[in-house]
């Protein structure tokens, strides 16, 4: 999906229903405070790009990614646990006519303890790829390593997380198999809602949005997807409804989200 909301990238894939006012040590699994708000769809310069479904519980059920008016992605969840948090999800790319699985292991809080992502276009499904999470549920936002495999088992590289501030803004640092820094992000937070708490994978890292993103790359320099956050508009139950993104190369995009709240 999308650096934005990345929901829009899909990066990641689960409902947990995750208090907006999370702060550090509060259990980030907690019911929130009604009402919630589930984002039905997005839009990138008016162009519809994502849209989603719930159950009668507000657990996400489905999302769909469209390019140019195109269906790109569509996410199906496969299996989830009581609380709605993704366990399976299976990633059909329209365009490139592939299939992919992610799976998620998690602790009894919820938690991810491992995420493996399998290639599905064979005759039997490959493992391409397998990471291992460390948690700490005290810190604002929880993941503090990231520890990534190829399907091999081989060690390809390794993320360490520093977290800021209380509202989850976070420093971390990507290292290859050698111990050589490739990248480092800079994520900056307001105090709001995130939508994208309710779509993720790791609604516990999306308790408030990023308002700021900063790539550096490996020689030093600012990649171009690093973007900065403009003119966000905010509904009545804290959730922004429509922001600039103003990107490192010089693009200028204009985001809005629809909501159903409860």
């Known amino acids: 999906m999308r650096n934005l909301f990345l929901i829009a990238v899909l ?7 995750a208090s907006a006012q999370t702060a550090v040590g509060r259990q980030a699994n907690a019911v929130p405070t009604k009402p919630i708000c589930l984002v039905q769809k997005g839009y990138e310069n008016d162009q ?5 479904r719930f159950n009668a519980a507000g657990h996400i059920q489905e999302s769909k990614e469209y390019k140019n008016g195109q269906l790109k992605t569509h996410r199906i969840i496969v299996r989830a646990d009581a609380e709605g948090r993704i366990l399976e999800a299976r990633l059909v790319d329209s365009i490139e006519k592939k299939v992919f699985v992610n799976k998620f292991s998690r602790d009894a809080a919820g938690y991810v303890q491992t995420g493996e992502r399998f290639d599905m276009n064979g005759a039997t499904p490959v493992l391409v790829e397998r990471s ?11 993941i503090t390593k990231i520890t990534r495999y190829d399907g091999s ?5 390794v993320t360490n997380v ?3 501030d209380a509202n989850g803004s976070s420093k971390s640092v990507t290292t290859d198999k050698d111990g050589v820094v490739t990248r480092t992000e800079i994520w900056k937070r307001d ?3 995130s939508g994208q708490q309710f779509v993720d994978a790791f609604p516990y890292q999306w308790i408030h949005n990023r308002i ?5 790359k490996a020689d030093g320099t600012v990649d171009a997807d690093s973007n900065k956050a403009e003119n966000t508009i905010y509904n009545a139950n804290g959730y922004p ?10 693009r200028v995009s204009n985001f809005r989200w629809e909501y159903v709240c409860q």
């Open 11 to 17: 990066l990641c894939a689960a409902i947990n229903i």
């Open 48 to 52: 519809l790009f994502y849209t989603t």
């Open 132 to 142: 291992v999470y460390e948690n700490n549920p005290a810190s604002p936002c929880v």
């Open 153 to 157: 088992g081989n060690l390809t590289q």
């Open 162 to 164: 520093e977290y800021l």
């Open 191 to 193: 105090d709001k809602n």
């Open 212 to 216: 700021e993103y900063t790539i550096t």
């Open 241 to 250: 409804t429509s922001v600039t993104l103003r990107y490192a190369d010089g």
